[in-house]
């Protein structure tokens, strides 16, 4: 219990290095192992004190990329050169110690570097599935909650405010009705595709849920209605042979003092959404953008 409790914490430690920190543990390490093991008389207990380099080797398989972990190899192979040098072995039985004891230090560390990339690899396909919609592959709620505070630094680096565009397919329900579910699914994946042909790569396009979709971007307040106009536009435009329309409500606002971004997000998109309804109840294929910042 006392070994699983101390590993947790060290393994907690290092997570709140630094890479550079992370770095120069390793070689230190290095240096404290070769240092060691040049004060030990016995030619023997050195040519067995060299496997202990897999240590500093499982380390660097474990917390460092794979260029440091060849460069660590490199490191090891030097220090193991060394050690079995100082333990008097004629040049015939020099490499084949030091391929021995690298052999032993490399083929562990270098299957947990592997077996590391795979873990690696795996979490992010799992982190990409849960922050995308399947369907249409945008941004869902959780990815917009990640994604949100790049717009916001972005905003008040260039002095913009935060504007969220929630977009809601027109007459959608009489869609599904009448022509079906995957018929329905065809219109969604089409409006995804038209939004983010109408966007810059910086803004975030979300699929907030049913037929509701968003676009959160940084623009100066002079550029948000024509911006959200060129939205529906561009809609109307690619699903005109579906006769497919959505209807645009916009709040935007400056974040200079927001202390919560999330809950700042989530109250501008509430503005946005009862401007939405604003436009459904005038007719929809509307654009209806706050007169003035919300308050958040």
């Known amino acids: 219990m006392a070994c699983v409790v101390g590993t947790s914490a060290f393994v907690s430690i290092v997570h709140a290095l630094t890479n550079p920190m992370r770095i120069i543990l ?46 660590q190899g490199v490191a090891v192979g030097i220090g193991t050169g060394v050690v079995m040098w100082a333990a008097g072995d004629p040049p015939g039985f020099f490499g084949v110690h ?8 490399l083929i562990p560390s270098g299957s ?3 077996l590391r990339g795979q873990l690696d690899a795996s979490l992010a396909r799992e982190r990409d599935l849960a922050d995308h919609d399947p369907l249409t592959g945008l941004v869902n709620r959780r990815g917009l909650m990640s994604g949100i505070g790049e717009v916001v630094a972005r905003s008040r680096a260039v002095q913009a405010e935060v504007v969220i565009a929630v977009c809601d397919v027109d007459f959608f329900k009489r869609i599904n009705d009448e022509h079906g579910h995957a018929f329905g699914d065809q219109v969604l994946s089409r409006v995804s595709q038209a939004l983010r042909s109408h966007t810059r790569p910086t803004d975030l396009v979300v699929r907030l849920g049913g037929e509701e979709f968003a676009v959160v971007a940084a623009l100066d307040q002079e550029s948000v209605a024509g911006f959200a106009e060129r939205i529906r536009e561009e809609v109307a435009f690619q699903l005109i042979d579906l006769g497919v329309t959505i209807s645009i409500g916009v709040a935007w ?35 209806i953008v706050g007169d003035e910042p919300a308050l958040v």
């Open 26 to 71: 390793i070689y230190l390490a290095d240096a404290f192992l070769v240092g060691g093991q040049l004060c030990i008389a016995d030619p023997g207990s050195i040519r067995l004190g060299a496997v202990i380099f897999a240590l500093p080797m499982m380390f660097a398989a474990l917390f460092l990329s794979r260029k440091q972990f060849v460069i």
């Open 98 to 105: 030091v391929a021995v004891v690298l052999a032993v230090v």
């Open 112 to 114: 947990l570097l592997l």
């Open 253 to 287: 606002a400056h974040p200079s003092s927001w202390c919560d971004e999330q809950s700042a997000l989530w109250l501008l998109v509430d503005r946005a959404d009862d401007l939405l309804y604003q436009a459904k109840r005038q007719g929809r294929n509307l654009v």
